[in-house]
């Protein structure tokens, strides 16, 4: 257990419309990070947020976006999906961003866009 | 060229053999290297670091070569259990852990 929940953890969405993903980070932690894993693909970072402000973003567009919110909880939006948007979407949790502190990830949702 | 690249395995091994796992990453400048294990539908979860002196934990013996981009990782005497994904991770930035880079993974599967 790493102490990193996330929910939903299975839900299936239809093309165009909205979804958001949660996220409870590890006790203590302020810092959490979301990837974004297809199948047979390694996670591709989306982006990380760090202590409520967004602190890096990966190569994915606007219409993902996320919060996070005063207890280092964390959510995920992602407007207008597309069916490529079909994933396991990963919340990862660690203290501050530092180079070579452990990331704890939850179990993950899985997301089908159909 | 990918930033990170793995064997593209599947792996397929007796009990009791020792397999090796290769990994190439192109930014000279990266910073700290891991090694994750992915069991299928679940999180990726932290194998071990892998040092420029090179690290054993019990049976799994990472290694770095700085010189030539290449990350080893070492399995002996594999498991039933050891079956699974295993990625490569790579920090590009000093001082933070934001943008892991990820491997696609290598699949191993342990036969009895």
């Known amino acids: 257990e790493t102490g990193v929940t996330q929910s939903p953890t299975h839900l299936i969405k239809t093309r165009g419309q909205q979804v958001t993903l949660r996220c409870s980070s590890q006790s203590g932690h302020n810092t959490v990070s979301w990837y974004q894993q297809a199948l047979g693909q390694g996670p591709q970072f989306i982006f990380q947020y760090y202590r409520e402000e967004e602190n890096g973003r990966g190569n994915f567009p606007p219409r993902f976006s996320g919060l996070q919110f005063p207890n280092y909880s964390s959510e995920l939006n992602v407007n207008a999906l597309e069916l490529d948007d079909s994933a396991l979407y990963l919340c990862a949790s660690s203290l501050g961003g530092a180079s070579g502190n452990t990331i704890y990830f939850g179990e993950g949702s899985w997301l089908t866009v159909v | 060229r990918k930033e990170v690249e793995q064997d593209p395995g599947p792996f397929n091994v007796p009990e009791g053999a020792t397999v090796a796992f290769n990994c190439t990453y192109s930014?000279?400048?990266?910073?700290?290297f891991f090694w994750y294990r992915q069991d299928c539908r679940k999180e990726p979860k932290l194998l071990m670091s892998v040092y420029s002196s090179g690290n054993e934990d019990g049976r799994f013996t990472a290694q770095l070569n700085r010189a030539s981009q290449y990350i080893s990782l070492l399995i002996r005497d594999s498991k039933l259990s050891d079956s699974a994904t295993y990625l490569c991770v790579v920090n590009p930035h000093a001082g933070n852990n934001r943008k892991l880079i990820w491997g696609l993974g290598t699949s191993l599967a342990v036969n009895p």
């Open positions: 930014n000279s400048a990266s910073q700290s």
